[in-house]
C-alpha cells in the first residue's frame, strides 16, 4: 500500500470548512483513498473514500487531485464535535492485506 | 446498540500476569481484527479472523492468543503481561476481510501493565 504524509496538526475556527491535506505519491492507480478519524477516547470512524473522482457525503467532501498524488479532506463547517485525529489511508479496495494508520492530522477546532 | 463492544475498557495489572479482553460484534460481519495503538498513536493491526479462522497475524508475541468461538465474538488473550504490552487494544470487524468502507471498530480497551 502506498505511504501517506500528513501535518501532524492543525486549528481551525468553529463553523468554517476545514481543510486536511494528504499526500500520497506513490499511490497506484487501483488504490482508493480513505478518510477516518478518531474522537479522543474512541475507536476510529469511516468518513469517506474515493479514487479519482471528488466525493461528497453527509459528513464529508474529498478532493483528489487530477494525477492522484494528493487528496483534501474538507468539512464544510467544522463544530467543536468534529476535533479529533483525521488519518489518511490509501490502498487497494477491499484488499486483505494489513491496513494500517499512520499518526494522523490531529484537528482541533476553536469556538 | 453498540456495534462492535469490547470489555473491559480499562485493565490495570501486575507484570507477568494474564489477562483477557473480549469483544463481540451485532453486525453480522464475517471479519473481526485486533488493532494495538501505541503511545505515539500509531494504529497497527494484530490479528484478522475471517469466519472464526486465523487469516492475519502480524509478527506478534505467542503471548497473544486470540480466540473466535463463533464469528461473532473475537476475544485476546494475554499471557505473562510485560511492561510493553501497555497501550490502546482496538477490537474491529468488518462485513469482507480488508472492507475499509465499512470497518467498524470498538471503543477500545487501555491497558496498563505496573
Known amino acids: 500500500d502506498a505511504k501517506t504524509t500528513q501535518p501532524p496538526s492543525m486549528d481551525c475556527a468553529e463553523g468554517r470548512a476545514a481543510n486536511l491535506p494528504c499526500n500520497h505519491s506513490?499511490?497506484?492507480?487501483?488504490?482508493?483513498v480513505y478518510w477516518y478519524r478518531q474522537i479522543h477516547s474512541q475507536g476510529p470512524q469511516y468518513i469517506i473514500h474515493?479514487?479519482?473522482n471528488n466525493e461528497t457525503n453527509e459528513m464529508a467532501s474529498l478532493i483528489i487531485t487530477e494525477d492522484r498524488k494528493s487528496s483534501t479532506l474538507i468539512l464544510p463547517h467544522a463544530t467543536l464535535r468534529d476535533t479529533a485525529v483525521y488519518y489518511c489511508i490509501v490502498r487497494r479496495y477491499s484488499s486483505a492485506s494489513k491496513i494500517i494508520f499512520g499518526s494522523g492530522t490531529r484537528l482541533s477546532i476553536r469556538p | 446498540d453498540t456495534a462492535v463492544s469490547q470489555t473491559p475498557k480499562y485493565l490495570v495489572t501486575q507484570m507477568g500476569n494474564d489477562k483477557s479482553i473480549k469483544c463481540e460484534q451485532n453486525?453480522?460481519?464475517?471479519?473481526m481484527y485486533w488493532y494495538k495503538q501505541d503511545s505515539k498513536k500509531f494504529l497497527k493491526i494484530m490479528f484478522s479472523y475471517n469466519n472464526k479462522e486465523l487469516i492475519i497475524n502480524e509478527t506478534v508475541p505467542n503471548r497473544f492468543s486470540p480466540k473466535s468461538p463463533d464469528k461473532a465474538h473475537l476475544n485476546l488473550h494475554i499471557n505473562s503481561l510485560e511492561l510493553g504490552d501497555s497501550a490502546v487494544y482496538f477490537c474491529?470487524?468488518?462485513?469482507?476481510?480488508?472492507?475499509?468502507?465499512?470497518?467498524?471498530f470498538g471503543s477500545g480497551t487501555q491497558l496498563s501493565v505496573l
Open positions: 453486525l453480522g460481519h464475517d471479519t
Open positions: 474515493g479514487l479519482k
Open positions: 506513490t499511490i497506484s492507480g487501483n488504490e482508493y
Open positions: 474491529a470487524s468488518s462485513p469482507l476481510t480488508g472492507d475499509l468502507e465499512k470497518l467498524f
